[in-house]
T-cell receptor, first 114, second 115 residues
Framework: DQQVKQNSPSLSVQEGRISILNCDYT??????FLWYKKYPAEGPTFLIS?????DKNEDGRFTVFLNKSAKHLSLHIVPSQPGDSAVYFC?????????????FGSGTRLSIRP | NAGVTQTPKFRVLKTGQSMTLLCAQD?????MYWYRQDPGMGLRLIHY???????AKGEVPDGYNVSRLKKQNFLLGLESAAPSQTSVYFC??????????????FGPGTRLTVL
């Protein structure tokens, strides 16, 4: 039972256009959401996060949107660049009672084509 | 500042063999984690530690043991390797709680094959 779902295994976007990566979650206790980016043969690196008290967080070309009622979040990359080609993991965590355990989605491979 | 390092980078084991994966971090983080990544399944938490001398089970702990004798090191042990443990293993560390956005810092991974 996957609590964090990324239903698109892959996405191809033209350079300069907008990339939209989607993520759904089932656990209503999740209150913090993160996106990680991973290049081949490297560990994931933190990209951007959002607390459940917000519905949008922006950092340069990256914006994360959170729709709590739909239990859905998305990552927008504008404009898309070749270096954005990577696997993107959506992740979520809940509560203060334990270590910051994060539940990861299965990832979406983004390819930016020239 | 090396961040999070993992040793070894690659390893091939035979079924039944044992090995230890070493993770080290130089950021003085309290929390450390071991994940495994399998195709189509993202990263799954094996064990984690909230401080020196403490460990706890994650989502998929069976077949693994861990130890955190020093704050900067987190060891993952496989006592009797099985083919189902073929995976890429990632170590991560973070500050405690939410003071730093729950951001976890990952090592480069260890690719383990069990024949």
């Amino acid at each position: 039972d996957q609590q964090v779902k990324q239903n698109s295994p892959s996405l191809s976007v033209q350079e300069g256009r907008i990339s939209i990566l989607n993520c759904d979650y089932t656990n209503s206790m999740f209150d913090y959401f993160l996106w990680y980016k991973k290049y081949p043969a490297e560990g994931p690196t933190f990209l951007i996060s959002i607390s459940s008290i917000k519905d949008k967080n922006e950092d340069g070309r990256f914006t994360v949107f959170l729709n709590k009622s739909a239990k859905h979040l998305s990552l927008h990359i504008v404009p898309s660049q070749p270096g954005d080609s990577a696997v993107y993991f959506c992740a979520a965590s809940a509560g203060y009672s334990s270590a910051s355990k994060i539940i990861f989605g299965s990832g979406t491979r983004l390819s930016i084509r020239p | 500042n090396a961040g999070v390092t993992q040793t070894p980078k690659f390893r091939v084991l035979k079924t039944g063999q044992s090995m230890t994966l070493l993770c080290a971090q130089d950021m003085n983080h309290e929390y450390m984690y071991w994940y495994r990544q399998d195709p189509g399944m993202g990263l799954r938490l094996i064990h984690y530690s909230v401080g020196e001398g403490t460990t706890a089970k994650g989502e998929v702990p069976d077949g693994y043991n861990v130890s955190r004798l020093k704050k900067q090191n987190f060891l993952l042990g496989l006592e009797s390797a099985a083919p189902s443990q073929t995976s890429v293993y990632f170590c991560a560390s973070s500050y405690s709680r939410r003071g730093h956005n729950n951001e976890q810092f990952f090592g480069p991974g260890t690719r383990l094959t069990v024949l």
